[in-house]
């Protein structure tokens, strides 16, 4: 009953450095998505796969990469992390157009 | 583009108030529109959604409905709880080719005192 899984939970970066936030899903979702969440402005769409091989940017795309090479995982990079990174990390999945978006629990990234 | 726009917060309500916040949007084609709440510390989850105007969604007591001609969809519950006090995001959906992606509000945070 795992749902959308999210590590870590935490972590402190310094300028420079780089690191993956991984994301894994176990129902079988053809859509995964990452989003950021900062005070006062909401979630916004950073990018997002609509199947295994197949990504596209979001609103907010600049300083990530990401691939998607199986259904179930969805990792997002970070290359050379920059203080304006600093944010709550989600990641989603959902079945398809219009159905309900399933959220992991969120990753709280501090870069110094 | 699309955009949500949604009632600043917080909103303080004693238990048993009756609830509304507010949310309009902007979108192209026509969009499916969601509530998700965030409970303190964890991700979001589905409130309620409505896909077509003038459906309405309900759950858990809430209900909004889909206003096409004032592209609005207004979160109500006649009496909240203390364990309501969480953070309300508005979203929308609209099909961009084959593709959907989720438009969300900036939230209102919803505190209820006993």
């Known amino acids: 009953n795992a749902g959308v899984t999210q590590t870590p939970k935490f972590q402190v970066l310094k300028t420079g450095q780089s690191m993956t936030l991984q994301c894994a899903q176990d129902?079988?979702?053809?859509?995964m998505s990452w989003y950021r969440q900062d005070p006062g402005m909401g979630l916004r769409l950073i990018h997002y796969?609509?199947?295994?091989?197949?990504?596209d940017q979001g609103e907010v795309p600049n300083g990530y990469n990401v691939s998607r090479s199986t259904t179930e995982d969805f990792p997002l990079r970070l290359l050379s992390a920059a203080p304006s990174q600093t944010s709550v990390y989600f990641c989603?999945?959902?079945f398809g157009t219009g159905t309900e978006a399933f959220f992991g629990q969120g990753t709280r990234l501090t870069v110094v | 583009g699309n955009s949500v726009t949604q009632m600043e917060g917080p909103v303080t309500l004693s238990e048993e108030a009756f609830l509304t916040i507010n949310c309009t949007y902007t979108?192209?084609?026509?969009?499916?529109l969601f509530w998700y709440v965030q409970y303190p510390g964890e991700g979001l989850q589905l409130l309620l959604k409505?896909?077509?105007?003038?459906d309405k969604g309900s759950n858990k007591g809430f209900e909004a409905t889909y206003r096409k001609e004032t592209t609005s969809f207004h979160l109500e519950k006649g009496s909240v709880q203390v364990s309501d006090s969480a953070v309300y995001f508005c979203?929308?959906?609209?099909?961009?080719?084959?593709?959907?992606?989720?438009?969300f509000g900036k939230g209102t945070m919803l505190l209820v005192s006993p």
């Open positions: 989603a999945s959902s």
């Open positions: 129902m079988n979702h053809e859509y």
């Open positions: 796969s609509v199947g295994a091989g197949i990504t």
């Open positions: 979108a192209t084609g026509y969009p499916s």
């Open positions: 409505a896909t077509k105007a003038d």
């Open positions: 979203a929308l959906s609209v099909r961009r080719g084959g593709y959907s992606t989720l438009t």
